[in-house]
């Protein structure tokens, strides 16, 4: 399972090759991962940023970072959870990606940084 824990915020990833939506031409693999982000805290809090890490075994490593996810910046309240889907391609059939969330208390209007675990992308017939 691919989940960590920090200032009471869980974040759970899962992801899933993307069979038959590759791009042959460009040797890309494509994968979708669905991301969980779970309050446990005792305050409101509102993802404002992502940064991202992407490894791919060919070589490349990418940093992706903005605003917000997939164009929100969703609050999440004490107990409640915001889920999220997305995608990534790679060159290779093997890469991982992480990273982290930047929220803000709501109640401190503290900024935190939120650990988005290591999560390995492989397609299934890598494995054969």
Known sequence: MNTATTHGISVH???HYQEGLG??????????????????SQHTIQLLRRRWVIFDSSGEVRTIE?????????IIRPNEKHTYMSGCDFKSTFGSMSGHFMVENK???????????RFLLEVPWRLN
């Open 66 to 74: 903005g605003a917000g996810v997939v164009g929100e910046l969703p």
């Open 107 to 117: 109640s401190t209007k503290e900024f935190l940084y939120i650990e988005i675990p």
């Open 13 to 15: 990833v899962s992801a």
């Open 23 to 40: 791009i042959a031409a460009v040797r890309a693999h494509l994968f979708a991962y669905k991301v969980t982000i779970h309050n446990s």
